[in-house]
């Protein structure tokens, strides 16, 4: 409640992108500092044995991930797995260095506990941020995305100029479909797009690296049920559900400033999340796993989640609107959830309300 009432009012004072980077400045010291990371996980972790998992061969010391986006370059690497988080997601990270949308591309929409993200895919390149990944020390998953000025019809050469110098760094390759902030991006999602990509992957993938899919929220049936057609012939390991949300509005925002331009995330993509989980969960037939993102504020939101079909979550805005403490708070309400349903391990509870749910 301290930051909620004193820090956060004195940072949302400032630019949001300021803030960002200044966090991020401030967490690559801990990253650089086994000592000050001690200090952290001393504070902040927690695990049960009801919480951990293994999935993919990886152990998950807890079902809760740093979605991408906010550590795009992995400057704060080592620090995510201090402060609670079981993998963090960097990037997402295309094979040419880029410098995203032009300033202002971030915006606070406090009313609905949601940011407005404008900030395309900014990043400094595969090969700058593969000499990052060797130093990692917890899990990590590279998001990789296609380069802006690489052409639709070549996106798999680029995909793959990516992954074959990320993929041997990085525990788990997430290849990122709908960024809604570049022109055409979540084009990618499309059968014709999509299956040239994910066979040029699986076909230079001999170490049998953990392939996950993003996918955005904006997608019809039809679109879900090819992405899930694919992610079965092609072995992808998790599809994650699901990126920002275009179409504001359908979201009933309520804050100044969501007429910026960008993509929504946050507590209005929450629902919307929850149906296309259940959706995929109903059609998976055990074939692929399934990570949640989308307005993950609580141990009760990741729990409903988790009841639609997640095996695990992830979260960005959750930890921008509830500071540091928040994996750890959601962490430990959903033991305390899990154990008042007498459910002795969290996958007890993958899927048991799927069918509550219906696009």
């Known amino acids: 409640m301290f930051y909620q009432k004193i820090i956060r009012p004195i940072l949302f004072l400032t630019d949001p992108e300021k803030i960002h980077d200044f966090t991020l400045w401030g967490l690559s010291f801990f990253s650089k500092s086994k000592l000050l990371n001690k200090l952290l996980k001393s504070r902040l972790n927690y695990t049960s044995p009801r919480l951990r998992q293994k999935l993919f061969g990886l152990y998950f010391k807890n079902p809760v991930g740093l979605a991408a986006g906010l550590d795009k370059n992995g400057k704060a690497i080592n620090t995510w797995s201090a402060m609670g988080f079981a993998w963090a997601q960097i990037?997402?990270?295309?094979?040419?260095?880029?410098?995203?949308?032009?300033?202002?591309?971030?915006?606070?929409?406090?009313?609905?506990?949601?940011?407005?993200?404008?900030?395309?895919?900014?990043n400094q390149g595969a090969k700058k941020i593969a000499e990052v990944l060797k130093t990692k020390t917890a899990l990590i998953s590279a998001s990789i995305a296609k380069t802006s000025n690489v052409a639709m019809e070549k996106a798999a050469d680029d995909y793959q100029a990516s992954f074959e110098i990320l993929a041997e760094h990085a525990d788990i390759v997430t290849i990122n479909l709908s960024c809604p902030n570049v022109a055409g991006?979540?084009?990618?999602?499309?059968?014709?797009?999509?299956?040239?990509?994910?066979?040029?992957?699986?076909?230079?993938?001999?170490?049998?690296?953990?392939?996950?899919?993003?996918?955005?929220?904006?997608?019809?049936?039809?679109?879900?049920?090819?992405?899930i057609y694919l992610a079965?012939?092609?072995?992808?390991?998790?599809?994650?559900?699901?990126?920002?949300?275009?179409?504001?509005?359908?979201?009933?925002?309520?804050?100044?400033?969501?007429?910026?331009?960008?993509?929504?995330?946050?507590?209005?993509?929450?629902?919307?999340?929850?149906?296309?989980?259940?959706y995929l969960y109903q059609h998976s037939e055990g074939k692929y796993k399934i990570i949640g993102?989308?307005?993950?504020?609580?141990?009760?939101?990741?729990?409903?989640?988790?009841?639609?079909?997640?095996?695990?979550?992830?979260?960005?805005?959750?930890?921008?609107?509830?500071?540091?403490?928040?994996?750890?708070?959601?962490?430990?309400?959903?033991?305390?959830?899990?154990?008042?349903?007498?459910?002795?391990?969290?996958?007890?509870?993958?899927?048991?309300e799927s069918d509550r749910y219906s696009l």
């Open 91 to 122: 990037g997402s990270i295309t094979h040419q260095a880029q410098e995203g949308n032009p300033k202002p591309r971030l915006w606070r929409l406090p009313k609905d506990k949601a940011l407005v993200v404008y900030y395309g895919l900014c």
């Open 185 to 227: 991006f979540t084009g990618l999602q499309s059968k014709k797009l999509l299956e040239p990509i994910l066979d040029r992957i699986q076909s230079i993938n001999k170490s049998k690296k953990p392939i996950w899919l993003k996918i955005g929220q904006d997608l019809s049936k039809e679109e879900l049920d090819d992405i």
């Open 293 to 352: 993102t989308g307005g993950i504020f609580s141990g009760h939101d990741a729990y409903k989640k988790i009841k639609a079909g997640a095996n695990l979550v992830q979260l960005i805005t959750g930890l921008i609107y509830n500071g540091p403490t928040a994996v750890n708070i959601i962490n430990r309400q959903l033991e305390n959830i899990i154990q008042h349903d007498n459910y002795k391990h969290i996958s007890e509870a993958v899927g048991i």
């Open 232 to 278: 079965k012939k092609y072995n992808i390991s998790a599809i994650i559900a699901s990126n920002l949300a275009k179409d504001k509005a359908s979201l009933n925002l309520k804050s100044k400033n969501q007429d910026k331009p960008g993509g929504i995330s946050g507590q209005p993509t929450r629902d919307k999340s929850n149906e296309i989980i259940a």
